[in-house]
């Protein structure tokens, strides 16, 4: 794109915040003349390396605003946003095939990984189910007994094994995690803040 | 003020975050025509009952990004902030006296909780140190030997006990959390999310 360095985004198919931010980093990355380069990760091994919890999923105060909050933030931002009925789900299958499809064609992965969070989002399609995933890439036009044969391959799960160790050691520790030139932003809530960095240069 | 409800301000004087709304809270609901009623609390008592963890004080990826946040946070929002050389404190005294004067003089107490969570944020002082905060009481002109005897007295203390379990009882998890008719938003970044809904009466 230019000579500044592209940024780095992370994470999880199964993050609603995650989905927020996915609707808007290129456009205001694009706009700062930057490149974003996409990692999904397993919110499970990070928080497992971590020692975080998730933050939804019991039944406490905290657990029911953040559900509320997923919903509220959408329309808060504009973005189409139903609460899925099964959630968390488990995101091993869509993130092994976006680094297999990135590997071919990163444009496609990136559609790829819009299609997969839209339909777990907006049209509540079960994305932990390999079929669902074999669709979605499919109806890109990916060849899908190939990525089904992908998808079984130790050294594709090593990637996304690989990928998640990465994430760690660049400090992640949660859904959605930004990274602009060494300054880290934590969750779609942050946007603002990443839009003025990339305007000003840091602030 | 006028007929539409007031806002419920829930902060621990520890708490940055709080801090930062506490700058910002009362001018946003001026605005839409709102008073707001301010409650310090302990976060001790609302992590215990609750099983929540603070968001700082180890050496986590997660609590480094949270220190870094605060600050940078603060220079988004345009507030003074000094990161305080010992974090977090605890804050009964602050507390206690703050119910003390509101129950004599409210807008009196609003000036000494800006004068406390400034000692502490801007000016570093030692917050938890009941002679700090008669200090700051008696800048605003308080009776410091009154306020001294007060905070030794079960009375004030079974008055902040009571408050936090109110707050917990509306649901409280953190700091800062407010309540608009009912809708909850926690965190000094949903401030965005307040004045729209004050604006708009809920989106």
Not at 102 to 129: E, G, K, M, N, T
Request: net charge negative.
């Amino acid at each position: 794109m230019n000579d500044k360095a592209p940024i780095d985004f992370w994470f999880d198919f199964s993050s609603p915040y995650g989905y927020l931010l996915s609707e808007r980093i290129d456009a205001v990355a694009t706009r700062h003349g930057r490149a974003v380069r996409w990692h999904p990760i397993l919110l499970g091994i990070i928080f497992q390396a971590t020692g975080s919890r998730p933050p939804a999923g019991d039944d406490s105060a905290k657990a029911r605003y953040i559900v509320r909050d997923f919903d509220r933030s959408a329309r808060f931002m504009g973005i189409p946003y139903n609460p899925p009925s099964r959630f968390p789900l488990p995101t091993q299958a869509a993130a092994r095939a976006y680094y297999w499809l990135h590997d071919r064609d990163s444009a496609l992965a990136r559609q790829f990984a819009h299609a997969v969070y839209r339909a777990y989002f907006i049209d509540d399609r079960d994305i932990s189910a390999p079929d669902t995933v074999l669709d979605l890439a499919a109806a890109l036009g990916t060849d899908r007994g190939q990525l089904a044969a992908a998808l079984q391959m130790p050294e594709l799960k090593a990637r996304l094994k690989d990928e998640c160790d990465a994430a760690l050691a660049a400090g992640v520790f949660g859904s959605p995690h930004v990274l602009i030139d060494g300054e880290a932003f934590f969750g779609a809530d942050r946007l603002p803040q990443i839009e003025r960095w990339l305007e000003t240069g840091g602030f």
